[in-house]
């Protein structure tokens, strides 16, 4: 069964270093997604993707990261300068099309550690 | 904006028992529902979802829910629960104004008792 991966399972980095989270979302969907999961906190909603722009972001997705799809596979969040707050779990989702009722495929997350 | 609640972070239940999930969404118009359970160490996994139509669901693994716009509620249930239902249990909502976000809820998190 198509999935969603992420690489790489854990990173680690020190503050104010630059991160890229990768993802290869299933291969025929055109919608991609970033959540991310603070500790003890609730899964909240990033950015979404599609047509190589994007098509819908929240607050916290400010100048600090950036999304591109380098290739025809892969799906990346950067970090230019990461802050301890930025640790988190940060959840890649795709789906087919446009239709808002789709489904959201999840991969199993990068955990992030800032230190 | 849209917030999903999600009353009891931690729920236990003996296995066999009926399994009781509770969700409540703020919204004048209703959204589209879903429910996703997390097991450890893997990505978040649609149980079912309400967009239009029939306002009981049925998802994977027996589990259901109901869609009542007079409580915005979606509560989910299982009849009879399985150590296997051990997990972490999300409800999210989509508005209903063009967007593609899917906002959460806290989770609960489900114990199964033998």
């Known amino acids: 069964e198509p999935e969603v991966t992420q690489t790489p399972s854990h990173q680690v980095t020190q503050m104010g270093q630059e991160v890229i989270l990768r993802c290869v979302p299933i291969s025929n969907h055109l919608y991609f997604y970033w959540y991310r999961q603070i500790l003890g906190q609730k899964v909240e909603f990033l950015v979404s993707f599609y047509n190589n722009e994007i098509s819908e972001k929240s607050e916290i997705f400010d100048d600090q990261f950036s999304v591109e799809r380098p290739d025809g596979s892969n799906f990346t969040l950067k970090i230019r300068s990461t802050k301890l707050e930025d640790s988190a779990m940060y959840f890649c989702?795709?789906?087919?099309?446009?239709?808002?009722?789709?489904?959201?495929?999840f991969g199993p997350g990068t955990r992030l550690t800032v230190l | 904006a849209q917030s999903v609640t999600q009353l009891g972070s931690h729920v236990s239940v003996s296995e066999g028992a009926l399994v009781l999930l509770r969700c409540n969404y703020s919204s004048s118009v209703p959204p589209y529902l879903f429910w996703y359970v997390q097991y450890p160490n893997q990505g978040l996994q649609l149980l079912l979802k309400?967009?239009?139509?029939?306002?009981l669901v049925k998802g994977i693994n027996g589990f259901e829910a109901e869609f009542k716009k007079s409580e915005t509620s979606f509560h989910l249930t299982k009849p009879s629960a399985h150590m296997s239902d051990a997990a972490e249990y999300f409800c999210?909502?989509?508005?209903?104004?063009?967007?593609?976000?899917?906002?959460f809820g806290s989770g609960t998190r489900l114990q199964v008792q033998p």
């Open positions: 309400y967009t239009t139509g029939a306002t």
């Open positions: 989702a795709s789906s087919e099309n446009s239709d808002r009722r789709n489904e959201q495929f």
């Open positions: 999210a909502v989509i508005e209903d104004t063009g967007r593609r976000a899917l906002t």
